[in-house]
Structure formats: C-alpha cells, structure tokens
C-alpha cells in the first residue's frame, strides 16, 4: 500500500517491472517447453514415414494394401476418383523413397512396391484414359504424379526385375496421357476444363507448375520429351503471372494483375516460380517475394484448414491449397541465394510444426484418411529445408523485375 501520493511514479515503474519479468519468465518457460515438445527434423520425418506405411489401405475390391488415396470432398459415381488414388498414392511413395533409409527398410520398400504395382496396373483403368470429354475431371494428377512416382522408382533402384516390364508400359503410358492432354493454343493443363478436350481452355498454374516438373524429370531420366513441350508449358505459367508477383488462378492469355487477391495465390506463387526456375527461367526477384508472401499470408490457408468446403471468398483458399503452399515454399526456399536461406528455413520449420497434429502426422482436411497427403507432402518439405542444398541444383533463376 502506497504511504504518500510522492510514491505512486515509483510503484508504477516497479509493478511495470516485475510485469515485464514475470511476462519474460512465462515466454522463456513456454519457449523451453516448445523445444523439448518440438522433434528434430530426422525425428519428425522418421515418425512420419512410419505413419504412412502404416497407413496403406486396401483398394475396392483389393487383397492387399497398395494405396495412399487422397480424400477430398469430389467424388466420381460416389467414390473417390481414380485420379486421387494414384496421385495420392505417388505423392506417399515419393516421400517414402526419398526420406533417408529406404534401401534398409524393408517394411517401407514393400510398402512402395505394392504402390508400385498398383500405380502401374493403373494404366489400364478407363478412368484414367487420356481420351475423354473433358468437364471437371481430376486424372491429370494421376498422369502428372504417376509419371514422377516411377520416375523416381527406378531412380532409386526400387523397381524389381520382375516390375520392369510393367513400370516401363506404365511410364510411357502417363507421359503420352500428359501428351495428348495438354490444353491446346494455351497449353499446360487443367483438371476444370470446358466441355470437349480438344477445345482451348484456360490454364491451371496449381496443376501445370508440378505437370513441368513432371516433365522435366522425365528429360532427365532419358525420356524423350520435346524442347517445344516444354517451352509451351513454360510459357502456359508465364502467362498466369501478373506484374505485382501475384499468380491467377486460371489463364488463357496473359493475366490482368490482382494484387488484392495475393493472400490467395501464395501455394501457385512458390510453385510456379520453382517451376520456372527448374526450367531455366526462373527470376530471383519474384521468387523472394513469392516466399516473402508465404510468410506474410499463410494464416489466410490456415484458417481453411481441416475446414468443410472447397473454395471460400475472400481469397478463394480450399483446405488442399495447405501443404501444396508449405512443399512448393520450401522448395522455393532453397533456391533463394545461400546467404537468405538459414533464416527462411528456420521460420519456415517453425510453422510447419506449429500445424503438426499430436500423433506426429500432418492433414489438411477433415478426413483422417487424408493425413497420408498431408504427411508426405510434410516430409518432402522438410528433406527440401534440410541445408544439404539438394534445390541448389537447380539452375541458379535470372535475375529480373518482375
């Protein structure tokens, strides 16, 4: 209790001082509990591997699990379409192959060989046709994933003497969908195109951006694919991006710029800038404001996720947009200039483990099956921030204004 009024500045300074101590004390207490709740990468990436495995689901009518299909909310003849199961599927078995360890994992290769099998077998399914009459139809990342899921495969020396056979009908079979599914006059690809397939229609830098990286991996393995292929897809996603930074959600002709709207673009900003940079036309400029925005706006995913609905005003976000903003970004990361890439990575995993549910596994939607998504997705993120410079491979981006 005060004795005079002479000694009221001198309580506030000390009762100021003792608040700011005890505030002090509280956020070095919750910091120190965060540290020892928050695994190390190699950790987060071992538990999340092991979930996936686990997570391998028999398909309609199957006898053996070979499958990690995403659920969203579209559904063909009530089901979960063909195009999620082998897309979901290969984006599982991609983080399974590349984690560390997989030549000594014999529970994760027969995991990824059972995968095998069935991305492979899939080529003969009619829902995956390249011959179709276009509408709302999600096969394209079953092409797009399918080809990088067994690339990879026999990169990596998982694909057995007697898939061989398979897995080569299967390659060819997804680079030659990928081939006559490219949207004409515009190019790049869709999964919401107009009527007819043979008809133009605006390009989809969500789906491209991946389709290019797609189709560069397949170059790389010795796949034949045409300078010309690539130079059209390459400019499909030049054409999406508009003079601000910002990326449209769709294109037909070079973007009207909606700076506005940035909030919402930030997943295809990183995707298509890494994109282009794995092409050769990559610019530095946009590529730090593409991961600057990251940052800046990621609430604006967070709030759509694990959310009901697709895509929601003002920003158009739909919960699937989550870890394909977070992988696309840390890949981004990596192929900023050496000395911006400690710091980006540091608050880059800071993020990802604030979204990591307690069991160790990652997921985007409210349905638990969807977790094996958001896990791999996860994983591959943190190989990308790991600092041994595997996105410094790629072609260092041209330095220009946007």
């Not at 981004?332 to 200039?337: D, G, K, R, S, V």
């Amino acid at each position: 209790m005060l004795r005079s009024v002479r000694d009221f500045p001198t309580a506030v300074v000390w009762n100021r001082r003792w608040l700011e101590y005890i505030a002090w004390m509280l956020a070095s207490f919750a910091a120190i509990l965060l540290s020892a709740s928050t695994p190390t990468d190699a950790e987060a990436i071992s538990t999340g591997v092991a979930k996936i495995v686990a997570m391998q689901e028999k398909g309609p009518g199957a006898d053996i699990a070979a499958e990690w299909p995403y659920e969203g909310v579209y559904r063909v003849g009530g089901k979960i379409p063909y195009g999620y199961r082998v897309g979901g599927t290969s984006i599982a078995s991609l983080a399974l192959l590349a984690a560390p360890g997989f030549a000594d994992d014999a529970p994760r290769k027969e995991a990824v060989s059972r995968a095998i099998d069935f991305v492979a077998k899939s080529k003969d399914e009619p829902l995956l046709s390249p011959d179709y009459a276009g509408n709302y139809d999600v096969r394209g990342w079953a092409h797009c994933y399918g080809l990088r899921f067994l690339v990879a495969a026999k990169k990596a020396n998982a694909v057995s003497d007697a898939q061989k056979p398979a897995v080569e009908a299967a390659i060819a079979f997804y680079l030659d969908a990928l081939k006559k599914t490219e949207i004409p006059q515009v190019g790049g690809w869709q999964y919401a195109r107009g009527p007819g397939i043979d008809n133009p229609c605006p390009t989809s830098p969500f789906m491209t951006a991946p389709c290019l990286m797609a189709l560069i991996e397949a170059k790389e393995s010795g796949l034949e694919i045409s300078d010309e292929l690539i130079a059209r897809t390459v400019k499909a996603l030049e054409i999406t991006r508009g003079d601000s930074g910002y990326v449209a959600y769709n294109a037909s002709r070079q973007t009207r710029d909606d700076a506005g709207q940035i909030p919402g673009a930030i997943g295809r900003m990183c995707a298509v800038e890494t994109a282009l940079a794995r092409a050769g036309k990559g610019d530095e400029k946009r590529l730090r404001f593409a991961v600057e925005k990251f940052f800046e706006f990621w609430p604006e995913l967070e709030k759509r996720r694990k959310k009901t609905g697709t895509h929601v005003a003002p920003y158009g976000v739909a919960p699937y947009y989550f870890f394909y903003a977070f992988t696309h970004a840390a890949a981004a990361i990596e192929l900023l200039p050496e000395a911006e890439r400690a710091a980006n990575r540091t608050k880059f995993r800071e993020l990802l483990f604030k979204v990591r549910d307690a069991d160790g596994t990652w997921n985007d939607r409210v349905f638990p099956r969807s977790s094996s998504f958001g896990t791999a997705m996860s994983v591959l993120a943190l190989l990308e921030a790991d600092g041994t410079g595997k996105g410094a491979k790629v072609a260092p981006p041209a330095s220009k204004a946007p």
